[in-house]
């Protein structure tokens, strides 16, 4: 029987001693027989670390941008000091410790207490991943373990950052002339070799993009051209910025945009963080996951039993009718099943042994949508029959699984002893998409009789019927002493695409409040050029400009840098999601747009109305404004 040929075992008294000798000096590794370091399998779960720092990515962007941008207006807003002080013979190398120290001794200060503002922005984020955000973690039990070292690692990157910026913006005062920069000419011009370069960055862009287009209509071709378009705008718009004023008719709207001219570098930074953030977030939206007819294989129940059934539902006898009735309609693929890791995305932890998953590959032609494959003359779930080296088994599965979980790719797999105690490899041939059965080696089911003849019966039963609700009551009935636990193969896809989906939803919402964050650097731009410009702005109350008319050059100028930075990322961003545009929550993502605008546009509006007072356009006669 499936248990052996044996019923009973006689030793000879006289050979006792040598049979326990014999049985001690078998190797249980070579019976099946496994030991596991379970506390360092646990241990070894997903990097939280590397993850919060994936999903929080743009709030750290525009967080560096902000301070840099902070300080590199420190830096400029000294030009005159520092101007004086070279008139007085201070050498390039004493500004830089003065005044750069100056600037380090303050970002130590801001690195410092933004680590420890970093651990209560950590223990938030994880109370959200034990609340609203349990899918992403399979709703399991997360706390905060904070580690100095790596408190002491970030706050050094961070203050690193701040003393390379303070060192670039001093190394370029240092080195204009002291009479320059005592008149207040901070900025060195290279237009012309900055347009040449621009030029070719902006043409190679638009070629790459009609040649990906051309050659390929696949997302991830659609991802490249829209990236290629952002990069296009990006250089347009540095372009633009560039160029020289033409004469015409000069309006409040021409002066607002000639004045993004004066500081094109600024603008420019300006434009590519709006722009970069709205980009990144409604282009990973497109990755969010909805319920398919093809991740489900066709099947509307998966079924499972923690004792094996020794009826093949598969087939339609007297030995399936005996045990349940009216599956007549139903079409089954039974699967045998040997137990091991759980390899989904449910799993936080390293998965070292997958559970292996056994049918007639011929029973699963034409279901589940494959994403790649060995080059073998196979194809699909052919491939499992696919002979490969030093006899390995081949196996299919999940996509998703084989990326993230198992770490695994085409050609690479695990090792297994079989019943024998002999190792044989099983190798990943190809993958399937989004699917019920994430987290399982697929492999064919003689394969898998050979390999484990004794594990009979089948574990699982993937089903396609008419009425999903009867034959689960009826199958939940006839094999309840086999434990068995009757899902829809839709909420099943749904647990699993849940995970990712709010993985998501966290990126949309941290990355939303990072493009916020960007918002506010802009409104730090508008009262930094504003008071730049006091003296200019003043002179325009000597044209005749009224303080309304001033106000309002300022918003427009600045609303332009919101409106193009936030309309190249959406047209880019656009373009990338295009195959895929009805998975992207679209709702949901012009709310965040509208109330990153909203800010954008309160911002600039407050920066405006605290710079331009009423005072701004007196001009004393020394030509300063009082």
């Known amino acids: 029987n499936e248990f052996g040929a ?26 099946g027989f496994a030991s596991q370091e379970v506390r360092a399998s646990r241990l070894a779960s997903t990097d939280f670390g590397g993850l919060f720092l994936g999903l929080s990515i743009f709030i750290v962007v525009a967080a560096l941008t902000l301070s840099s941008m902070l300080f590199v ?59 609203i955000w349990s899918g992403a973690v399979a709703s399991s039990a997360i706390t905060l373990h904070l580690r100095v070292p790596t408190m002491i690692l970030a706050g050094v990157i961070a203050w690193g950052i701040a003393a390379i910026t303070i060192g670039l913006s001093m190394a370029r005062l240092v080195r204009l002339d002291a009479l320059d920069l005592l008149r207040g000419h901070g900025r060195a011009s290279r237009a012309r070799i900055r347009v040449r370069w621009t030029m ?63 500081n094109a570098g600024r603008s420019l930074a300006t434009i590519v963080v709006l722009a ?18 093809t991740g489900a294989g066709g099947f509307d129940l998966f079924v499972t039993t923690s004792v094996p059934v020794d009826v093949d539902l598969a087939v339609d006898d007297d030995r399936r009718r005996d045990l349940v009735s009216g599956l007549d309609d139903a079409t ?52 499992l ?45 190809g993958t399937i998409a989004n699917s019920i059965l994430q987290g399982t080696l697929v492999i064919d089911q003689t394969a898998f009789e050979t390999r484990f003849p004794s594990n009979h019966g089948f574990g699982a039963f993937t089903i396609q019927t008419d009425d999903p609700q009867r034959t689960g009551e009826r199958l939940r009935f006839a094999l309840a002493d086999h434990g068995v636990v009757v899902e829809s193969a839709t909420e099943r896809l749904v647990a699993f695409n849940a995970v990712q989906n709010t993985y998501l939803s966290i990126f949309r919402a941290l990355g939303g409040v990072g493009l916020l964050l960007g918002t506010i650097g802009l409104g730090i731009v508008v009262a930094r050029n504003v008071l730049e410009r006091r ?42 999601v295009l195959p895929v ?21 309160f911002w600039i509006w407050l920066a405006t109305r605290l710079c331009v007072p009423a005072g701004v356009l007196e001009v004393a006669s020394d030509g300063h404004v009082r």
């Open 332 to 383: 089954i693929v039974s699967w045998r099943v040997r137990d091991g890791d759980d390899a989904s995305c449910l799993n936080l932890s390293v998965t070292r042994e997958p559970r292996i998953y056994a049918a007639d590959p011929e029973a699963l032609a034409g279901r589940f949508e494959f994403v790649q494959q060995i080059d073998a003359p196979e194809r699909e779930w052919a491939l």
């Open 6 to 31: 044996l019923t009973e075992i006689r030793i000879d008294p006289g050979d006792i001693d040598a049979t326990r000798a014999a049985i001690r000096a078998i190797d249980p590794a070579r019976l």
């Open 535 to 576: 003296t200019s702005l003043a002179q325009l109350g000597i044209l005749g400009f009224t303080r309304p008319m001033v106000r309002r050059i300022v918003l427009l100028e600045h609303g332009a840098l919101l409106g193009a930075g936030i309309a190249i990322g959406s047209v880019s961003s656009v373009v990338s």
């Open 73 to 131: 207006f420190g830096i400029e807003s000294r030009g005159a000091e520092i101007g004086t002080m070279k008139a007085m013979g201070f050498t390039a190398r004493r500004l830089h410790l003065q005044i750069g120290g100056e600037g380090a001794a303050v970002a130590l200060v801001g690195s410092t207490v933004g680590a420890l503002i970093g651990v209560g922005y950590a223990d938030l984020v994880l109370r959200a991943l034990s609340g």
């Open 200 to 262: 070719g960055v902006l043409v190679t862009s638009v070629v790459g993009a009609v040649v990906v287009l051309a050659m390929s209509n696949s997302v991830g071709a659609f991802f490249g051209v829209g990236s290629l378009l952002l990069v296009a705008g990006f250089a347009a718009s540095r372009l633009l910025l560039h160029r020289d004023p033409r004469p015409g008719t000069l309006t409040l709207g021409r002066l607002a945009v000639r004045h993004t001219t004066r």
């Open 385 to 429: 029959h696919h002979a490969l080296p030093d006899e390995a088994v081949p196996a299919i599965v999940d996509d998703a699984s084989a990326k993230w979980t198992m770490k695994k790719g085409l050609g690479e797999g695990y090792t297994f002893i079989d019943e024998n105690g002999e190792s044989f490899e099983i190798v990943i041939v």
């Open 581 to 601: 545009l009805d998975r992207v929550p679209v709702l949901m993502l012009m709310g965040l747009l509208v109330a990153i605008v909203a800010n954008g546009a």
């Open 276 to 293: 970069s953030g709205t980009f990144l977030i409604v282009s990973v939206s497109a990755n969010q996951l909805g319920v398919s007819t």
